[in-house]
């Protein structure tokens, strides 16, 4: 579900009110933890770039809440750690909030801040 919210924190006030909390959760372990990243609006979900680039996003679509790191050996390092969720090569995706292990994600954003990797 692509947003066409200005900014990031109208795109959190236009998520489902079930979904809410989690997401701002979500954002406030993005802005803690990446730390030097702009946090934006791009391709209709909030992201968060380094020197321009685009590291890390998330959105709350129809079915799932999707995290987006697109450094795929921090996404395989944190694989095991997130078994509730469905991983792609750079998508993580929690079908509900509850599954959400917010220990974990803020290991992986200090992770991707620290990583000196390429993003995919």
Do not use: H, W
């Amino acid at each position: 579900m692509t947003s066409k919210a200005p900014n990031v924190q109208s795109y959190v006030k236009e998520v489902p009110a079930e979904r809410r909390p989690a997401i701002e959760k979500l954002r406030s372990l993005c802005r803690q933890n990446l730390t030097g990243y702009e946090e934006c609006m791009a391709y209709g979900m909030p992201t968060y770039k380094c020197d321009g680039v685009p590291e890390v996003a998330f959105a709350s679509q129809k079915q799932y809440i999707a995290l987006y790191v697109m450094k795929k050996d921090v996404v395989d390092e944190f694989r095991g750690a997130l078994a509730a969720a469905s991983i792609g090569k750079g998508c993580i995706r929690f079908s509900r909030p509850d599954q959400m292990d917010f220990a974990v994600l803020e290991r992986l954003l200090r992770r991707t801040a620290e990583s000196g990797s390429a993003p995919c």
